[in-house]
C-alpha cells in the first residue's frame, strides 16, 4: 500500500523558513516522481510547487524559485520541502503526491498524502 505523510507545518511570522516532510512508503523515489502542492483558504490547489524527479533531478516553479527548494533523502524515503523567506500569501495547506508521470498538475499524479497547514502571519 503506498502512503504519503507530509508534516512539518506550522506556524512562522514573515521572513521565517519551515521545512516539509514527505515520507513516502510502498513506492520507490526510482519509479515515482514527488511534488508538492498546496490550496490556499478560497482558492483552487495550484499546481506543482516543486518536484523532485526519478532521475534525481529537481525543478520548482518561477512562483517560489529562489525561496522553495526540493530535496530528497533516499535511505529515508523522504522528500523535503525548504521554505525561506514566508511571506503571508504562502499560507496553505500543503501536500505531496507521487506520479509516474512527470505532471505539473495535481490530476497527473497517482497518490496523494493529506494535507499539513502552513500559516505565516505578518
Known amino acids: 500500500e503506498v502512503q504519503l505523510q507530509a508534516s512539518g507545518g506550522g506556524l512562522v511570522q514573515a521572513g521565517g523558513s519551515l521545512r516539509l516532510s514527505c515520507a513516502a512508503s510502498?513506492?520507490?523515489?526510482?519509479?515515482?516522481?514527488i511534488g508538492w502542492f498546496r490550496q490556499a483558504p478560497g482558492k483552487e490547489r495550484e499546481g506543482v510547487l516543486c518536484?523532485?524527479?526519478?532521475?534525481?533531478?529537481?525543478i520548482c516553479a518561477n512562483a517560489v524559485a529562489g525561496r522553495f527548494t526540493i530535496s530528497s533523502d533516499n535511505a529515508r524515503h523522504t522528500v523535503y520541502l525548504q521554505m525561506n523567506s514566508l511571506k503571508p500569501e504562502d499560507t496553505a495547506v500543503y501536500y505531496c503526491a507521487a506520479g509516474v508521470v512527470l505532471g505539473t498538475s495535481w490530476d497527473d499524479m497517482n497518490y496523494w498524502g493529506k494535507g499539513t497547514q502552513v500559516t505565516v502571519s505578518s
Open positions: 518536484m523532485s524527479s526519478t532521475d534525481g533531478s529537481s
Open positions: 510502498g513506492l520507490s523515489f526510482d519509479d515515482y516522481n
